[in-house]
C-alpha cells in the first residue's frame, strides 16, 4: 500500500526511477503510464493534486480548435476517456456531447467552413458546417442571430478534479507515491546528468526528472539554469447554479478561435502594457447541471484574483449568445480565475532538453491540456522509459525557433 508520505524529514532518502515535478493532467498521467510501464515513480507537488490549472477549468476535451501537431494525443486522451473509468477505476464524469464553435456574422460563417476544410487537411474529418436552419432547429436557447456553425461530434466535457484525483490515485494503486505539500529546495546535478532531487520530505536519487509543473515550469528549470519559455496566461470564468439541462453540447464562439489564432500578439501587447481583456462566449454544462460560463484571457503574471470588470464583460458576452440565461435569472454562484502554461506557438514543450541530461520537460499545454494532457503524458512515460515514442515527440523540443519569437 503506498502513501502521501507522512513525515517532514529531510534527512530521509529513497530512490525512483522517475521523479515527475507537478500533480496537474501532465505530470500524473505521466506518472500514470510509467507506473504501468513499471517504472518506480514518485510524484512530487508543492500544493495538492489538481491545485493547479487542470483543477479548475472550463473543463471541455475539445478537438476542434486544437493546433495540428498535437492531434494524435488529442485523439489518444479522448479515446482513453471513452474507457476511462473501467481503466484507472475512477468515474470522471465524462461526456462525449459534441461542440460546436458557432457564427454571427456571414463573414465569420466564411471564415468557419474554411477552417473546417484546414481541419480535414489537419486530419480532423469529423468536424463539418452546420447552417442557420439546422442550428436553431437542433439547440434551443441562442439568439436569433446565431448562424449556425461548425459541429465536431467527438467534443465533450469532463469533471476535471476528478480526473486529476483519479489518475493520483491509479498511481498510488500501481504501488507509486505522490507526494503533496512538498517543496523541492534543489535538483543537484553530478556532471551534467540529473542526479537527486531534494526537498523538505527528503532526497529522491534519481536519474530521470519530469518538469511538469504547469505555469510555475520556468522556476524549476531556474534549478538547472534552463530557461523555459512558458508563463501564466489568465483565464476567467463563471458558475451557475445547478439547473435543468440546458444546451447539450459545448460551445465556443468564431470570436474565442480568432482570439486564439492571435494570441502571440496579445501576449506582446500584454508585455508592453497594451493588452485588454476581452470576453468570449464558452459555454459548458456539468453533469450536476453548473454552467460554466466563460471567459476572459489575459497575462497577469501570477494574479489569481477574479476582478470587477471580466465577469462582467463574460455576462454580457453570455447574455447576447444566450439571452434565455440572462432573462430567465439564471443564478451565478461565484467567479474564478486561474492561470494554463501558454507558450508563443500554443504546442506543448515536451522532451529532453540539450546540456542537461535526464531532464525532460513537460508543460505549455496551454487552454487545452484536459484534451492533450494524457496523450502527452504517455508520449513522455514512453520517452523516459524507452527514450522512444509512438507518437511525435520532436516537434515540441523546447529549442524550436517558434517558442522563442
Ligand atoms: C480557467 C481555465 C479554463 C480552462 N479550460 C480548459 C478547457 O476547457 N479544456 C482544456 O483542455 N483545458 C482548459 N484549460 C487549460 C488546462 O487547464 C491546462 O492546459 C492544464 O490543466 C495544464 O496542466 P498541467 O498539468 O501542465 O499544469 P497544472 O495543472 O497547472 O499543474 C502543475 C502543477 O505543478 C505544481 N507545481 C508548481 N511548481 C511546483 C514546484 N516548485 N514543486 C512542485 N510542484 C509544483 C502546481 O502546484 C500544479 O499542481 C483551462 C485553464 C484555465 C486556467
Known amino acids: 500500500m503506498s502513501y502521501d508520505f507522512a513525515t517532514y524529514d529531510k534527512n530521509y532518502h529513497t530512490e525512483a526511477d522517475v521523479v515527475v515535478i507537478g500533480a496537474g493532467i501532465f505530470g500524473l498521467s505521466t506518472a500514470y503510464f510509467l507506473s504501468k510501464m513499471g517504472k518506480k515513480v514518485i510524484v512530487v507537488e508543492k500544493k495538492d493534486v489538481g491545485s493547479g490549472a487542470s483543477g479548475s477549468n472550463e473543463a471541455w476535451v475539445w478537438l476542434s480548435t486544437r493546433t495540428r ?53 489537419d486530419g480532423l474529418p469529423e468536424i463539418h458546417m452546420i447552417g442557420q436552419e439546422e442550428f436553431h432547429k437542433r439547440e434551443r436557447g441562442y439568439s436569433p442571430h446565431v448562424m449556425g456553425g461548425t459541429y465536431n461530434p467527438l ?8 480526473v486529476c484525483v483519479g489518475f493520483a490515485s491509479a498511481v498510488r494503486d500501481l504501488g507509486n507515491e505522490v507526494w503533496t505539500k512538498t517543496d523541492i529546495t534543489a535538483i543537484n546535478l553530478k556532471g551534467k546528468k540529473v542526479h537527486e532531487v531534494v526537498t523538505n520530505r527528503g532526497t529522491i536519487r534519481t536519474d530521470c526528472v519530469v518538469n511538469a509543473a504547469g505555469s510555475w515550469a520556468a522556476d524549476i528549470g531556474k534549478l538547472v539554469n534552463v530557461d523555459v519559455p512558458c508563463k501564466p496566461e489568465r483565464m476567467t470564468v463563471l458558475v451557475s447554479e445547478p439547473v435543468a439541462p440546458y444546451i447539450n453540447n459545448v460551445s465556443m464562439t468564431g470570436k474565442y478561435l480568432l482570439d486564439e489564432l492571435n494570441k502571440a500578439e496579445q501576449a506582446a501587447a500584454a508585455e508592453t502594457g497594451e493588452a485588454e481583456a476581452s470576453a468570449v462566449y464558452v459555454y459548458t454544462q456539468m453533469k450536476k447541471g453548473n454552467l460554466l460560463l466563460g471567459s476572459t484571457e489575459d497575462f497577469v503574471g501570477y494574479d489569481r484574483r477574479v476582478n470587477f470588470e471580466n465577469p462582467k ?49 513537460a508543460t505549455g499545454l496551454n487552454g487545452g491540456g484536459m484534451a492533450i494532457g494524457i496523450g502527452a503524458g504517455y508520449t513522455t512515460a514512453q520517452y523516459c522509459a524507452f527514450k522512444e515514442t509512438h507518437f511525435r515527440i520532436d516537434y515540441f523540443d523546447i529549442q524550436r525557433e517558434s517558442l522563442w519569437k
Not at 470522471?92 to 465569420?108: L, W
Not at 467534443?155 to 476528478?162: E, Y
Open 155 to 162: 467534443d465533450g466535457c469532463v469533471n476535471s478534479i476528478l
Open 69 to 121: 501537431e498535437v492531434l494524435p494525443f488529442v485523439r489518444f486522451s479522448q479515446q482513453f476517456y471513452t474507457n476511462i473509468e473501467e481503466t484507472i477505476g475512477y468515474d470522471v464524469e465524462y461526456n462525449n456531447c459534441g461542440g460546436y464553435i458557432i457564427a454571427e456574422s456571414q463573414e465569420e460563417m466564411d471564415f468557419l467552413a474554411k477552417y473546417c476544410e484546414q481541419r480535414w487537411k
Open 313 to 361: 464583460a463574460i455576462a454580457k458576452v453570455i447574455g447576447d449568445i444566450n439571452p434565455e440565461i440572462r432573462d430567465k435569472k439564471v443564478n451565478i454562484i461565484r467567479a474564478f480565475a486561474n492561470f494554463f502554461p501558454f507558450t508563443m506557438d500554443n504546442n506543448p514543450i515536451m522532451g529532453p532538453v540539450p546540456g542537461v541530461e535526464g531532464f525532460i520537460m
